[in-house]
């Protein structure tokens, strides 16, 4: 799979750099296990990616069947999209290639029927800066 992610950087560090380009090994992000849940960080603590979005996570789940909970810090918003896999949340079905968007909860409680493989974005839901928008509109 490939993703490609806009996201509403602080502009105000972003314009005082030069553009760049890095490759990296899927070996250089960080990996933890636990109950059946293995997280991948992609950008967030340890990643060797960083970028200019504050209080971005971009992480990668591989979860086996049972039951799972992934933590949402206060003021963020889970993105998350199913690469493969079957899973419930709040009684509702999702399904490979689907999308959920979730606000307001400080976990996401989900039932994973086959093993499943997730792609979750936390997103600050008002970044500590004026965005690119605000900025064009003030």
Do not use: C
Not at 53 to 77: F, K, P, R, W
Not at 94 to 121: N, R
């Amino acid at each position: 799979h490939i993703f490609q992610i806009w996201t509403d950087p602080d502009l105000t560090k972003t314009f005082q750099k030069e553009a760049s380009y890095n490759d990296y090994e899927n070996a250089s992000f960080p990996r933890t296990e636990e109950g059946g849940l293995t997280r991948k960080v992609v950008i967030g603590e340890g990643s060797p990616l960083t970028l200019d979005t504050s209080n971005l996570q971009i992480e990668e789940y591989q979860l086996t069947a049972g039951s799972h909970e992934l933590s949402i810090t206060d003021g963020q918003v889970a993105s998350i999209y199913v690469i493969e896999g079957t899973l419930s949340h709040d009684g509702k079905e999702i399904a490979q290639d689907d999308f959920i968007k979730v606000e307001d909860e400080s976990s996401l409680e989900l039932e994973i029927s086959e093993d499943a493989t997730l792609f979750a974005i936390f997103s600050p839901k008002r970044p500590a800066y004026r965005t690119y928008r605000e900025m064009q509109f003030a």
